[in-house]
């Protein structure tokens, strides 16, 4: 279970990025996880939904982006998606393939809305 820390530190990256904008508040934050993070979506929204209750960040949304592996071919240079742990070059067959990412944990985005706006 180390999803409370992972939303504790998604918690900590949005509270420093509204600390930059006072006059807005957060509506959504997007991060990307890679299948190879073992990060399990449904125990994260749950540490997210637990941390945030009761705060400013009780009405932020937490999307989660799950991204595949990605393997790349050193012999054509074709780059694919790693399904059911065949890591053959899509394009010409070679069996020995490189990884390239899939065990990311990063945030991609934060949207907010800022006040002025907001009461136009
Ligand atoms: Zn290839």
Do not use: W
């Amino acid at each position: 279970m180390h999803e409370v820390g992972i939303a504790n530190s998604i918690l900590e990256a949005t509270r420093a990025e509204m600390a930059r904008h006072s006059a807005a508040r957060p509506l959504r934050i997007t991060v990307r996880i890679g299948e190879l993070a073992a990060v399990d979506p449904d125990s994260l929204q749950f540490c997210f939904a637990a941390l945030t209750r009761g705060t400013e960040l009780a009405a932020l949304e937490l999307k989660i982006e799950p991204c595949p592996r990605r393997n790349c071919c050193p012999a054509c240079g074709a780059e694919f998606t790693v399904a059911d742990y065949d890591f053959r070059c899509t394009q010409c067959g070679e069996e020995r393939t490189e990884f390239v990412s899939g065990d990311q944990l990063e945030l991609a985005s934060l949207e907010m809305e800022s006040y002025e706006s907001s009461t136009a």
